[in-house]
């Protein structure tokens, strides 16, 4: 999946699984579940939802291009 299209799917609630330009693996396994990343060998649930969870996805983008 494209960053685009993991932001789609964040936005519409719908399961998915995907990994981000950056190498992040995240995934949403129920209709309008909590989004989970990859992290230390498990999937953890994000603390952010939805549009919180769009910014700070924006947000490590623009981080990245700074350094």
Do not use: C, H
């Not at 494209?2 to 995934?27: C, H, L, N």
């Not at 994000?46 to 996805?57: E, K, N, R, V």
């Amino acid at each position: 999946m494209t960053d685009s299209q993991i932001r789609e799917f964040i936005r519409s609630g719908w399961p998915f699984f995907g990994v981000t330009s950056k190498g992040d693996v995240m995934a949403r396994y129920v209709v309008y579940g909590p989004v989970f990343r990859w992290q230390r060998n498990q999937m953890v649930p994000m603390p952010l939802q939805a549009g919180d969870l769009l910014w700070w996805l924006q947000a490590s983008d623009e981080d990245d291009d700074e350094g």
